[in-house]
């Protein structure tokens, strides 16, 4: 198969000779458009332009400085982790009182952000949002990153890291079973589900791609890596029959991970009896702060990746905004369970929730500072995107995207530092300073992040490729994508519509720069 | 160096374990040095003829100018010149003149890699396990023994058992037949065990910086003490602590005979100058006030911490709580009051209590003795918040003529105890709730003018020797008397001590002094009571003496153990006719050491003839074998192993001497020989000689003595600082000790330093916070020290506690906190006015356990409520209990209580044949546990299938007085590690019990609570079904186990913990490497290591060993019987552990009392460790300035109309359940009694 390179999984249409529209010429820098792929693009285009990047684009010289930061990074997360092998947990700052701190912050930070990856392939997927194609394959990639930045973390929390593997409910002498009612027991089953999940929706979506690099690359290594990495794909009915199936099966079973994983990690505190953990409004205020943080990382890797490989046709501001907009709506959700939170400690008249939340949270407490700029990022600096102005800066919405980061990151703080550090007993009471060997490990995941994500940009392609063509076909076929008129219909293969929001070519205009 | 002296010997405990026999490693040494080529090369030159040095010269001297240069090459070639060289200089000689021939070039490679592989094996002594031939008496591998003896400080007895686990002592336990101990303990008696095992202490003679041998050094010794007693002693001075000990005594005594010019001076940085002077103003001569608390009603403390730091406090405070326990026994709850300078444990404990400048207690003690008519009081006039205080104390003192008790403190001025002594004889006291006695100590004197004539001898040069035994002066002594100074005026410094510190830095000779578990002595508690200090180990540094063989030497008797000296001594004082006997057979102590003198390691033979009498002596030990049957194996244990010992033993034993030196028919001595040792062994078995108790004095207060006293000084002003022994490093002795080091000081909560503690208010006006760095001055001298605020210090009061700032403690000690010795003055001992407090910049971060009593001035808080609001500690007052008013709310705190089965009553076991009925609770609710074990298995036959044992503890607060020696007793059974003052920074400290102190009210005088928390061993523990790995799991019985080795360190269980008692091990706290502290380590109890959670088992290798003994008895275990080890050194028996099923306990008995309630049990956690409340026997008519509600009068105001009437009464479950029933239904509760 692999020596029969026959281009025949972009046999849909023949590719036309067509004017080098290839990425980075037809285009001028700053043109955007609020359509889910630009104008002017067919099968070719869009096929030349995504997997250019792997196969035409040069090492750029940025790129291989941004590497080379990401392993600096890398290299402290492989020092950070080795100290903490060697010498303990005690490195960090936890103490008897505080006995989560960073390792457990950024567990659910990081599994938090892959959320927005699962959702976009797989929710919006079934939903039939096919904006999601442009977006869906980076930000698979990035779930996947993120779920192993955060499947670090509950390993190296360990006390006898050794041991870790005695989660796993594996036959031994002992006839020792793990203890099934531990939350910690289920998110051992939830994270290795879902990326055992995630892995393999994405490497599923990207067999066609694949299978298109094995064919087009002219590097005999590639092509035989490529090749294998393909499996085999021929662009047959069959193939895509099955695959179709395939896909669209896991696409079900990532579903309900998207609700489930986070509900199962926020259960690791619902299911805890310290005050401002033990609360019923969790899982699903974890699953919308999963989602929003998700969306800000995507826009956080999407404005730049569009912007340096001149991905603008494919990611369009529409994909843009649609981002904002999910944001907008998981942080209203998100910002109601802070609501809740302090609704339910006032009228539960438990003291200790009320010292919880009205004290150390919101009052008097060591840690208010942490409350209250999570409530400035998380509540009050989205609701700029109510307005569609900021909603389509680029700026703005990355610089938003960054604060909703932060923001969710210092809500798991708050959860679990804030309601650690005062609990019960005042005489136990105690503070939680981390040391550099948190933040080396917190920073140095960002390392482990970048890099592979920097490698998957330039060797596989970071937007789906076939789905795009797909995407191309139904669009010339509705030939709907001319700008002409406002408020446009953009219909999926199935036939329904999707009504996006009204604008004009003058607004649209205004943004892109250029009459 | 000598040969016996070598470090890697002395790194090497002696056979401390008696199975284990260690080779000689000089063996290894002997090879090496036959082989090396520089070995050879050297011994070559060593053996070179020597150089006729006077040619060498003489050739030199007929040289001159530029010639001799020349000829000094000349010289140098010729051969006897170069072997000069060589040996004088042996590094500078070449290694091998002739060039190496390729051959011997190969075999030196050879032999050299040989020996390379040599040096990289790390020599293990080689282990020989030989099973006994002759197996120790008593002694069964895994079953601990118990020894008697006795642990000193300041002179002052405890009276302590032992607990030794094949020879090694592991922990130490009060005896309970010591009238000092009553079988409790403080911290520093189960502290002292870890000193004995400290890697730090002195191991070897020193003299001059070079390690030397115990026999160069009683040579010299011996030559300078014969010096002296040419002059008779006129050279000669010996500075030891206070002696009580009667064979010092007598060996001083001895000293004095022999030097009649010497002097002996006694110094304690902590002494009874003040009590001693003021029992002289008082009675005219000295004497000890031995307070009767149990029998006194009203009770005041004139700033004396009678609970924790006063000398006696263990049984004191024993004494004291029985009349605290409303609910247990039938007795008038007494009432105490306390004017208090530094906040301590007693304060915290009385019912009013009045915080006042150390300066004004005087003031205050006149104001009351000339209210209750002591005559010839001046001066006393208290305004204030003091007027009222003065005014009820006054007025119940009054009432309580013959019941009350006036007490002063150690470190007020010898006034305040005469006032005080006059008070109790006005009240008619005297005979009644106090009575005196002599002074235990061999020679009581003014230890301050003691150590400064001396200080003025040595520096006027009339002091030519000075034998320091014991002690650290140069630390400790006054700042003003400038000790060290005149110390290094001293010609012959000698200086015997457990550690080369301070003191023995500056003596030429130092001599490692052994630890009281290694040798014998005899000491006596504050009654009198004298015990003998036996070994339970041979030393584990063969190099270390005893005092008493110190000063056998010095006393020309030669080396001498210190056995023998004991020994002659109590046969000569308790059985004199013996003595006669014995003296014709050649003087005791010549006798003695004549037959041990051959043996080597003195005080091994020592040691090891006490084995050899005790196994002479079996149908002594028979009589006497009492709970463990201790006594006969303890020389056995200990040191019966080694053949050494055993011949040793033969040796020094009588028998030994009957052979050798005649005249007396042998079986007449042996018979007068055996009768001593029956005595003996009982003495020792028993830890107390008997009769030996001080006489009662019949003293009364001297007509006019309290008109003779000095008038009250003048107000004072400026600020105030106060001296006070550290409550966990007392003077600076326990520096070393990290148990001591890391326990959280009482109130403040603070280990690891020590800083100025000053009322909030006093640093607000100084403009300081927490840990702000300031400088004290105190008349020229000035240290740095950090800031911490107390909640009710007097104000314009600074206390600084003595015993840190050690520069020569060891790797612990050192440097921790600052040094308070260096702002005492000889004159102003314990406080006194004029400090200058200056803010120096910085901080100095404090290592606390609990910071929720840290003030936070700039809130502006005035009133303190360290619960905050929480309903953690239950108060109630005496009179509402009386009246039925309870603190506890019986349907609210009871619903989260286990319930109980009554599966079992202690006396006869369950009659399995009889139709059981499922024993249910008033609320109709079976406890969760115990649960059924179903099906039978082996271990739970049919007809046992539910346990009888429900494991619970109850803790009265109303017996707690924060005195730490749970936390102590808790550490040292249970192998818990010392983490270091970062770690306890960081909130990691590994306690597995701990005493949580709360404050309520005013800043200036608050309520004090304490509360010890452990493990509550919940019912329902919100540990265990978090733990991934089910590492906590509950056992049938309701303990809440955690399986160490499944224990994967999640550290989840400890955030669900809702009274955080699990402790985890972020590092490798536990030393695995140091071998001595490997012998300490309770063998009952797994060593934990990196990443495992660990926390309080309710003692369970005790709970174990006692089901153990109950099956193979065919019982069931009876109440009491299981002791934990926190409960086991209670002084106030606050702590009650036991089987709740059992009807008759006394745990279940705490627990069916009305004021028994259980931690957030709103949590439903149901916790198997419940609290009984505080009640307070406040005076109505005197509120304190700072007092605010209690909690249990909103309780009480709640449930008025329903609680049981007559609380006193409800000791009976089948009362309680009335009790309870009356709480849950209103309308029924009433009618039920």
């Known amino acids: ?515 | 160096m000598s040969n016996n002296a070598k470090p890697s010997d002395n790194l090497q405990p002696a056979n401390f374990i008696p199975l284990t026999a260690v080779t000689p490693s000089a063996f290894t040494h002997r090879e090496v040095s036959d082989v090396t080529p520089a070995a050879g090369a050297a011994s070559t030159v060593g053996a070179a003829p020597s150089v006729d040095l006077d040619k060498v010269r003489e050739r030199l001297a007929g040289t001159r100018g530029q010639e001799y240069w020349r000829c000094l090459e000349e010289l140098s070639e010729k051969p006897e010149f170069t072997r000069y060289l060589q040996r004088e200089f042996p590094r500078q000689a070449p290694r091998d003149m002739t060039p190496l021939s390729r051959r011997d070039f190969m075999k030196f490679m050879g032999a050299a890699m040989a020996l390379a592989g040599v040096g990289g094996c790390a020599f293990q002594p080689a282990e020989k396990i030989v099973p006994y031939v002759n197996s120790p008496e008593e002694m069964i591998p895994g079953i601990p023994l118990y020894f008697a003896t006795a642990y000193a400080m300041n002179g002052h007895a405890l009276g302590v058992l032992a607990e030794s686990h094949m020879g090694r002592p592991t922990k130490i336990e009060g005896n309970p037949d010591h009238p000092a101990s009553l079988g409790r303990a403080d911290i520093w008696a189960q502290a002292s065990v870890l000193d004995l095992y400290d890697p730090d202490r002195s191991q070897g003679v020193r003299y001059l910086g070079d390690t030397t041998s115990w026999d160069n050094f009683a040579g010299a010794f011996a030559g300078a003490a014969d010096a002296q007693r040419a002059r008779r002693g006129a050279g000669l001075r010996v500075l030891s602590e206070t002696v009580t000990s009667p064979t010092l005594g007598a060996q001083m005594a001895d000293f004095l005979r022999a030097f009649p010019q010497a002097q002996w001076v006694q110094w304690d940085p902590i002494n009874r100058d003040n009590a001693r002077a003021g029992a002289v103003a008082a009675f005219g001569r000295d004497a000890l006030p031995q307070y009767r608390f149990d029998r006194a009603d009203v009770i005041v403390s004139l700033d004396a911490d009678f609970l924790m730091e006063e000398p006696n406090h263990v049984r004191w405070a024993r004494d004291f709580i029985q009349r605290r326990r409303p609910h247990r026994d039938k007795v008038p709850m007494n009432r105490l009051y306390v004017a208090e300078s530094t906040p301590r444990n007693t304060g915290a404990m009385a019912d009013h209590r009045l915080p006042v400048r150390a300066s004004e207690v005087q003031n205050v003690a006149r104001a009351i003795a000339a209210g209750i008519g002591v005559g010839g009081v001046s001066g006393g006039a208290v305004t204030g918040a003091g007027a009222a205080w003065v005014k009820s104390v006054i007025a119940d003192l009054q009432g309580a003529r013959g019941r009350s008790l006036v007490v002063a403190g150690s470190h007020q001025p010898a006034a305040v105890h005469a006032l005080a002594h006059a008070m109790n004889d006005a009240l008619g006291n005297v005979g009644a709730t106090v009575e005196y006695s002599d002074p235990i100590e061999a020679a009581p004197t003014d230890q301050v003018r003691g150590l400064q004539t001396l200080v003025a001898d040595m520096n006027a040069g009339r002091v030519e020797m000075l034998v320091i035994l014991g002690g650290n002066p140069v630390y400790n002594a006054p700042a003003d008397v400038k000790f060290a100074q005149a110390l290094e005026k001293v010609p012959l410094r000698i200086h015997l001590g457990r550690y080369d510190d301070e003191t023995g830095a500056l003596c030429q000779w130092h001599i490692p002094e052994s630890h009281y578990l290694e040798t014998w002595s005899d000491v006596r508690a504050y009654d009198g009571t004298t015990t003998i200090v036996q070994p339970l180990i041979v030393p584990l540094y063969e190099a270390t003496r005893s005092v008493h063989e110190v000063m056998a030497v010095l006393l020309g008797q030669g080396t001498v153990s210190g056995y023998d000296v004991l020994r002659s001594y109590w046969e000569r004082r308790l059985a004199p006719q013996l003595a006669t006997l014995r003296s014709r057979v050649g003087g005791t102590n010549a006798g003695a050491s004549g037959t041990t003198g051959a043996a080597g390691g003195a005080a091994a033979s020592g040691a090891a003839a006490s084995g050899a009498t005790r196994g002479g002596a079996t149908a002594g030990s028979a009589t006497t074998g009492g709970a463990g049957g201790s006594m006969a194996g303890a020389g056995a244990a200990t040191v019966g192993a080694g053949a050494a010992g055993a011949a040793a033993a033969n040796v020094a034993t009588g028998g030994g001497a009957i052979s050798t030196d005649s005249g007396v028919p042998a079986d007449r001595l042996t018979l007068q020989t055996v009768a001593f040792d029956k005595r003996w062994q009982t003495i020792l078995h028993n830890g107390v000689v008997p009769n030996t108790a001080s006489p009662v004095r019949p003293l009364r207060v001297r007509a006019g003595a309290v008109a003779a006293l000095p008038a009250a000084p003048a107000a004072t002003t400026g600020i105030e600082v106060i001296f006070r022994p550290d409550p966990s490093l007392w003077d600076g002795r326990f520096a070393n000790n990290g148990w001591l080091q890391e326990l959280p000081k009482p109130l403040t909560k603070l280990t690891w330093d020590n800083a100025a503690l000053m009322s909030p208010i006093t640093a607000e006006r100084l403009g300081l916070d927490n840990e702000d760095l300031v400088t004290l001055s105190y008349r020229g001298n000035t240290v740095s020290a950090p800031v911490l605020m107390m909640p009710g210090h007097p104000t314009e009061s600074v206390t600084v506690y003595l015993g840190h700032g050690r520069t020569r403690a060891g790797k612990i000690g050192t440097g921790t906190g600052f040094n308070a010795y260096a702002l005492r003055q000889s004159s102003t001992l314990n406080f006194g006015s004029g400090l200058d407090v200056k803010k120096a910049g910085g901080k100095y971060r404090l290592a606390l356990t609990a910071h929720h009593h840290m003030i936070d001035l700039e809130r502006g808080e005035k009133k303190l409520d360290s619960t905050f609001g929480r309903d953690l500690i239950r108060v109630g007052t005496f009179d509402e209990y009386q009246k039925g008013h309870l603190p506890v709310d019986a349907a609210h705190d009871k619903a989260g209580l286990p319930l109980y089965q009554d599966t079992l009553t202690t006396v006869e076991p369950r009659n399995t044949n009889s139709e059981e009925e499922e024993p249910m609770h008033p609320n109709g609710l079976p406890s969760v546990y115990p649960e059924n074990v179903d099906p039978p298995t082996i271990y739970n036959s049919a007809e046992n299938d539910r346990p009888p044992y429900a494991w619970g503890m109850a803790i009265d607060l109303n017996a707690c007085i924060g005195c730490n020696a749970c936390v102590l007793g808790c550490q040292s059974e249970n192998n818990i590690a010392v983490v270091g003052k970062e770690q306890v920074e960081m909130s990691r400290e590994l306690h597995w019990l701990r005493i949580d102190t709360y404050y309520k009210g005013e800043l200036e005088n608050p309520e004090v609570y304490f509360q010890p928390v452990t493990c509550m061993h919940c019912e329902k523990a919100p540990c265990e079904p978090v733990c991934p790995v089910a590492a906590p799991v509950h056992s049938p019985e309701g303990i809440n186990e955690q399986v160490y080795n499944r224990c994967v360190g999640t550290k989840y269980c400890e955030n669900n913990c809702p009274y955080k008692v699990r402790r985890f091990n972020f590092l490798q706290y536990s030393d695995q490497e140091t071998p001595q502290i490997q012998l300490m380590a309770n063998p009952d109890v797994t060593v934990r290591s990196r990443g495992v959670m660990e926390k309080c088992t309710y003692c369970i290798q005790r709970i174990n060993n006692a089901k153990f003994q109950a099956k193979k008895e065919g019982r069931h275990v009876r109440d009491n019987e299981i002791v934990t080890a926190c409960q086991q050194t209670c002084p106030t028996d606050a702590i009650v552990f036991g089987n709740i099923n059992d009807k008759n306990s006394n745990v279940r008995r705490l627990k069916d009392s009305g004021l028994n309630y259980g931690l957030l049990t709103e949590l439903n956690t149901t916790p198997r460790t419940t609290y009984n409340a505080r009640i307070r026997n406040i005076d109505a008519t005197l509120k304190n300035p700072g007092e605010v509600t209690m909690s249990g009068g909103e309780h009480t105001s709640d449930h008025d109309g329903s609680q049981i009437d007559s609380p006193d009464d409800a000791t009976t479950g089948q009362q309680q359940k009335g009790a309870l029933e009356g709480g849950t239904e209103h309308s029924e509760g009433g009618g039920e009694h």
Not at chain 1, 101 to 109: K, Y
Not at chain 1, 400 to 412: A, H, K, P
């Open chain 1, 1 to 515: 198969m692999v020596d029969q390179p026959l281009d025949r999984n972009v046999g849909l249409k023949a590719p036309a000779q067509h004017e080098p529209t290839g990425h980075m010429n037809g285009r001028r820098p700053h043109d955007e458009t609020f359509d889910i792929i630009g104008p002017g693009h067919d099968l070719e285009t869009v096929t030349e332009q995504v997997i250019g990047v792997v196969l035409k684009d040069r090492i750029r010289i940025g790129w291989v400085i941004f590497l080379g930061f990401s392993l600096a990074l890398l290299a402290m997360l492989g020092v950070a982790v080795s100290y903490v092998l060697v010498m303990g947990v005690g490195v960090w700052g936890i103490n008897k009182t505080v006995g989560w701190g960073f390792d457990i912050i950024n567990f659910v930070w990081w599994i938090g952000i892959g959320h927005a990856g699962t959702l976009i392939s797989a929710i919006l997927l079934l939903v039939h949002q096919n904006w999601r194609t442009s977006i869906n394959r980076f930000a698979e990639a990035m779930t996947i990153f993120a779920v192993m930045c955060a499947g670090l973390f509950p390993l190296l929390h360990l006390g006898r890291h050794q041991y870790f593997y005695w989660l796993a409910p594996l036959p031994n002498t002992m006839g020792l079973w793990p203890q099934f009612r531990s939350p910690l027991e289920w998110d051992f089953f939830a994270v290795s589900t879902y990326f055992t999940v995630s892995a393999l929706f994405w490497y599923i979506g990207l067999i066609p791609d694949l299978a298109t690099l094995r064919d087009r690359a002219q590097n005999r290594t590639l092509k035989i890596l490529y090749g294998m990495a393909a499996l085999g794909w021929r662009g047959s009915n069959q193939h895509w029959h099955r695959y179709m199936a395939v896909y669209l099966i896991l696409a079900g079973i990532s579903t309900p991970l998207v609700l489930s994983v986070h509900s199962t990690i926020s259960f690791d505190f619902a299911f805890g009896i310290v005050p401002g953990w033990h609360t019923t409004i969790f899982p699903p205020y974890f699953v919308a702060g999963a989602v929003f943080a998700g969306f800000a990382m995507v826009l956080m890797l999407a404005i730049p990746l569009r912007h340096i490989y001149g991905l603008k046709d494919l990611i369009t501001m529409r994909h843009l905004e649609n981002c904002a907009k999910v944001m907008l709506a998981t942080g209203l959700m998100v910002v109601y369970g802070y609501f809740m939170e302090v609704f339910t400690a006032y009228y539960s008249g438990n003291i200790y929730e009320r010292y919880m939340q009205f004290t150390s949270r919101m009052g008097t407490g060591p840690y208010a500072w942490a409350y209250w700029s999570l409530i400035f990022c998380n509540g009050v600096a989205p609701q700029i995107l109510w307005f569609k102005k900021y909603r389509t800066n680029l700026t703005c919405l990355f610089v938003v995207s960054i604060v909703v980061s932060i923001g969710m990151w210092l809500e798991r703080f708050v959860i679990i530092v804030v309601s650690l550090s005062r609990d019960y007993l005042p005489s136990s009471w105690a503070l939680y300073q981390p040391t550099m060997w948190d933040w080396a490990l917190y920073v140095g995941t960002f390392g482990l992040f970048l890099t592979l994500f920097l490698l998957f940009v330039r060797a596989l392609p970071s937007i789906a490729v076939a789905e795009m063509r797909e995407l191309v076909h139904h669009e010339s076929h509705h030939g709907a994508h001319n700008g002409a008129h406002g408020g446009h219909l953009t219909h999926d293969p199935h036939g329904n519509t999707i009504e996006d929001r009204d604008h004009t070519g003058g607004t649209k205009e205004a943004f892109s720069g250029s009459a």
